[in-house]
């Protein structure tokens, strides 16, 4: 280490805080004394790593020629440059994979994934937070789009996805719920709504499958069946049945399935003016039943569902009507909450009939069907 004038500086400093103060001023000579040899001791060893650390050097060149020596500092400074284009080289790739990194978590991230009906979802996030989910059909048409912002604000859009147009946007990014229709030749029809009571729209048919025959399970009888697809993934099975030359029609059955595949509803028609229908919601199934006979109308309508106690479908209302009286059934419970198997029936007549109306007792034995 080189004696210079910082280490003469610091020599001087420790000196001075080896000084010690006497009650009334000034130091005491024991506390100068020491003062004065740390101070040169101090001194003595920078000169001695001074002293060793050229005696270092002057050894390793030792028996060298000038040229040797001019060689080996040659070989030093160019491994100092190495190094130090090294260290730059390394800032420089470090600075380039942190760039790469900023701009990567900047980019647009994106997901798909399949419906269980059988379409594509396409899900993507830009650097400012804003979602958009797209939805494609099997053939690869858009359906619908929808963007949120990191604020919370949307744009839902449904498109004709035979025409790639789109049909009606519900937004709220202008602070105001509104409407905006689509018409032909570019015009559109801005409304101000309420886009939480906004009703869905009516899906639109998009594709029809070729008809095919089917087993009808019906002597004598054969089908025809196709599908309707439509744009929001829902879709409509439509079955008719002829008789055994194919003249007439004996009945049609439409069953309908939402976009995951569940079947929502189901209806039969009958050349006999009678007609079945049901709707499915979940664990409930209500069923529709009409059929003309001589001029009159008799009708049934039924609630079932499923009866987690037991593990059997119950019907907990019914109601049977004609021209003459309408008689409604309603399941009766226990004191624990099981259903009893009994019944309240309450029978109505029409105005005018002069028929009180009259409650009583059933089961469901008594429950009819009207076919």
């Given at each position: 280490m080189a004696i210079n004038p910082e280490n003469v500086a610091n020599i001087t400093k420790e000196a001075y805080s080896a000084l010690k103060s006497k009650a009334l001023g000034g130091v005491s000579k024991e506390s100068a004394q020491n003062a004065i040899s740390e101070a040169v001791n101090k001194a003595v060893r920078l000169g001695e790593e001074a002293v060793g650390k050229v005696q270092q050097e002057m050894y390793a060149l030792r028996n060298k020629t000038a040229q040797e020596i001019a060689e080996m500092t040659s070989q030093k400074d160019a491994f100092v440059f190495q190094a130090k284009q090294d260290a730059v080289q390394q800032i420089q790739q470090a600075k380039q994979e942190a760039a790469e990194a900023v701009k990567k978590a900047k980019a647009t991230k994106s997901a798909e994934r399949m419906l269980p009906n059988g379409h594509k979802e396409v899900r993507s996030v830009n650097k400012n937070g804003a979602v958009m989910v797209k939805e494609y059909n099997e053939a690869g048409q858009l359906l619908k789009s929808n963007v949120t912002t990191l604020d919370g604000a949307f744009r839902r859009t449904s498109y004709d996805p035979v025409n790639k147009t789109p049909l009606k946007t519900v937004t709220n990014t202008s602070g105001k719920d509104l409407m905006i229709e689509y018409k032909e030749y570019g015009q559109h029809k801005i409304s101000q709504v309420n886009n939480k009571k906004v009703k869905p729209q009516k899906p639109t048919l998009v594709s029809q499958t070729r008809p095919e025959y089917t087993q009808t399970g019906w002597s004598g009888e054969r089908g025809m069946k196709f599908d309707r697809i439509y744009s929001d993934g829902s879709k409509e099975t439509i079955t008719r049945v002829t008789n055994s030359d194919g003249s007439r029609v004996e009945r049609t059955e439409l069953v309908r399935f939402d976009k995951d595949g569940n079947k929502v509803y189901d209806k039969t028609?009958?050349?006999?003016?009678?007609?079945?229908?049901?709707?499915?919601?979940?664990d409930k199934i209500i069923s529709k039943e009409s059929y003309i006979k001589g001029g009159e109308t008799y009708k049934m309508?039924?609630?079932?569902?499923?009866?987690?106690?037991?593990?059997?479908?119950?019907?907990?209302?019914?109601?049977?009507?004609?021209?003459?009286?309408?008689?409604?059934?309603?399941?009766?419970?226990?004191?624990?909450?099981?259903?009893?198997?009994?019944?309240?029936?309450?029978?109505?007549?029409?105005?005018?009939?002069?028929?009180k109306p009259s409650i009583s007792e059933a089961t469901l034995k008594d429950i009819p069907h009207i076919f």
């Open positions: 028609n009958w050349a006999t003016n009678a007609t079945r229908e049901h709707i499915y919601k979940g309508e039924t609630e079932t569902i499923y009866d987690p106690n037991t593990g059997n479908r119950v019907i907990v209302k019914a109601k049977k009507s004609d021209n003459t009286s309408t008689t409604s059934y309603k399941a009766i419970k226990d004191e624990f909450g099981f259903y009893t198997g009994n019944y309240e029936a309450k029978t109505t007549y029409p105005k005018g009939s002069g028929k």
